[in-house]
């Protein structure tokens, strides 16, 4: 299991354009990829739920990825939020 | 005559024939089924049906309004395939044996109600897209064809809510104004209002009617106003003014791209104050040359602990790289009794203006600090980063922060982080910086002058005491001559100076400042291209009146 945590800096937060990015950004690894903010958790790769967990401009959230390709999503799923989130 | 008042979201004028958008309600039937295997192969099909026409909606959309309010087709489409939507519906036809509309109907409404519960705005809008998709879903399992309708002259669209499919059917030639029942500034009809710079008013108080369709009606984006069948009186002012906003309107677009030069060949700097990232949009919107103020205390303010070295980073950071190579002037925190933040325990003072305040909390604890230049100076090799310091009082100030500044950037260095060049200036916004700026000019790279600040100060009149407003004069000579002694030290030791206050969007004094040699002006987003419209007329070679 890996985890990350990370501060959101897009202005809107998790919205919807951000938040369907980060699901095809996720969509692509075979490992189960979890966000958690505030003890609230919703899968990474299902639009509403991602979109419903409401992440902020300015919130933490930590991200936890379990499976084969665990070790290459972690740096890649990172990378991506710094980019794009 | 009748009037209603909305919540306005883009100002102008515009007069149209009012085209009432009411939704076309079914009632979606709850029937019995025995087949589960084939209202699930019915309900996959219209799925795919309806994932065809968002791909056509995208289409039309990036050609008409771009690639970004376009991205909304783009999230229907997901929400079409999110596994959750999915199940509630599959599970709701198998195991209640009931019809796919039905299912869809009533998870639609589940799912939009999360949404409309949340405390964030922006989410609560994506409400009206959950409702979109599941209406198209519907629509298209009870075989309904929304009907299209064509716009033959300029027209005011009145609706309860718009759903972005609606938005993006509308032929954008002849739509002058949406006032809609609901919504906020967030929605996606102040988006697109936005986009396609008409007025527009969200959150009217008014039950909507049929009858209206066809009425001639004017929607006031400055005043909130929409009036149907206005008064010859009344249509008249707005046709001058609708007239008078076309031209300007024009004029300010000519200028976009244009340098900011008087007719004599004078430059000058029209940068922006900026408070934090959402306002760049605009700062590049209106064509600033840069950014002049960066108000650092909003990080502070909007966050319930000291904010980390890498959340001021990544703020930075990312406001120097979205400026490209354009200069953003970061003034480091300025908060004090009257800018209360909980988490830095600032005791309640008599007298927080000249209390303990912004660079005196920074010198008093330098960890704060601290990690706010580390922030800054690692954020500096992203683009072209100046950092600003306030309410300085002395050169004895100036030579503690430049040495704790030689620390940080020491320690970075050590560190192998790389650092950007660094401008560093000072705010002159108090009397006494004023009257040694022949001093502090010898010390620093840059002035910004904060006009609010120094006109408070120097004239002794609070501006929070509306009792003072009679004698509270912004054009006040002992203002102006300061400015203009500030202008002739700085200058004299060859630094630039700006005006990043109110006063530098004021265009009476615009010429003025020109005249002594102001360098830059640092106004609001919206004010920039007017300002710059006041340069290019001026010519400073004309003598004196």
Not at chain 2, 362 to 391: H, V
Request: net charge negative; charged share 30%.
């Amino acid at each position: 299991m890996k985890k990350f945590e990370y501060i959101i800096t897009e202005p809107v937060g998790i919205h919807a354009r951000p938040a369907g990015m980060l699901v095809k950004a996720a969509s692509v690894y075979k490992s189960s990829i979890m966000i958690e903010k505030d003890g609230k958790t919703a899968d990474v790769k299902r639009l509403m739920a991602l979109m419903a967990l409401g992440v902020k401009c300015d919130e933490k959230a930590t991200f936890t990825i379990e499976g084969t390709d665990e070790d290459i999503a972690v740096v890649e799923l990172e990378a991506f939020c710094k980019e794009n989130l | 005559m009748e009037k209603y008042i909305g919540k306005s979201v883009y100002k102008g004028i515009s007069i149209g024939k009012i085209k009432i958008l009411k939704k076309e309600v079914h009632n979606v039937e709850r029937r019995h089924v025995e087949d589960i295997a084939s209202e699930k192969k019915r309900f996959e099909e219209a799925r795919q049906k309806a994932t065809l026409q968002l791909k056509e909606l995208y289409e039309k959309a990036v050609k008409e309004v771009g690639e970004t309010s376009a991205a909304i087709f783009d999230i229907h489409q997901m929400m079409l395939e999110d596994m959750d939507y999915l199940d509630s519906i599959d599970n709701m036809i198998e195991s209640q044996n009931i019809n796919a509309e039905y299912a869809v109907a009533v998870t639609g409404d589940n799912f939009s109600s999360i949404f409309a519960a949340m405390d964030d705005e922006y989410m609560r809008e994506r409400a009206v897209d959950v409702k979109d998709v599941s209406e198209r879903l519907i629509n298209i399992l009870v075989n309904f064809n929304s009907q299209e309708f064509v716009l033959e002259e300029p027209t005011i669209i009145v609706a309860d809510e718009l759903t972005p499919s609606e938005t993006v059917q509308l032929d954008k030639n002849k739509v002058v104004a949406f006032v809609t029942v609901h919504g906020s500034i967030n929605s996606h009809t102040a988006i697109l209002a936005r986009m396609m710079s008409i007025p527009a008013l969200v959150n009217t108080q008014m039950d909507l009617k049929y009858e209206w369709n066809g009425l001639l009606a004017v929607v006031d984006g400055n005043t909130g106003e929409f009036i149907l069948e206005p008064t010859n009186e009344k249509l008249e002012e707005a046709t001058v003014q609708v007239e008078k906003e076309l031209e300007q309107k024009v004029l300010l677009e000519e200028l976009k791209g244009k340098e900011s030069i008087t007719l004599d060949g004078t430059k000058v700097k029209i940068f922006s104050n900026i408070g934090s990232l959402s306002d760049i949009g605009n700062v590049l919107k209106n064509d600033a040359e840069g950014i002049g103020l960066f108000r650092s205390e909003f990080i502070y303010l909007g966050s319930d602990s000291y904010p980390t070295e890498e959340e001021q980073f990544q703020i930075y950071k990312k406001a120097a790289e979205i400026m490209g190579g354009k200069q953003v002037v970061i003034r480091t925190l300025d908060i004090g009794a009257d800018k209360q933040v909980d988490y830095f325990n600032l005791d309640k003072e008599e007298n927080p203006a000249m209390g303990y305040r912004a660079i005196r909390i920074c010198l008093d604890r330098k960890e704060i600090f601290i990690t706010q230049l580390r922030a800054l100076f690692r954020a500096s090799s992203f683009g072209n980063i100046a950092i600003m310091f306030p309410m300085i009082i002395s050169v004895e100030e100036v030579d503690e922060i430049k040495s704790i500044v030689v620390k940080v950037k020491e320690e970075l260095k050590s560190q192998g982080v790389k650092i950007g060049k660094v401008e560093l200036g000072i705010m002159i916004e108090t009397p006494a910086a004023v009257m040694i700026s022949d001093l502090l000019a010898q010390k620093v790279d840059f002035f910004s002058i904060g006009t609010n600040d120094l006109t408070q100060y120097t004239l002794a009149i609070d501006r929070q005491n509306q009792k003072l407003d009679n004698i509270y004069n912004p054009h006040h000579q002992a203002v102006l001559r300061m400015i203009e002694l500030v202008v002739q030290n700085a200058h004299k030791n060859g630094i630039w100076v700006g005006i990043c206050g109110e006063l530098g969007a004021d265009l009476e004094l615009t010429e003025q400042f020109l005249r002594i040699g102001i360098d830059e002006l640092s106004v609001a987003p919206v004010f920039v291209l007017k300002l710059r419209e006041k340069v290019r007329v001026l010519n400073l070679k004309d003598s004196k009146e």
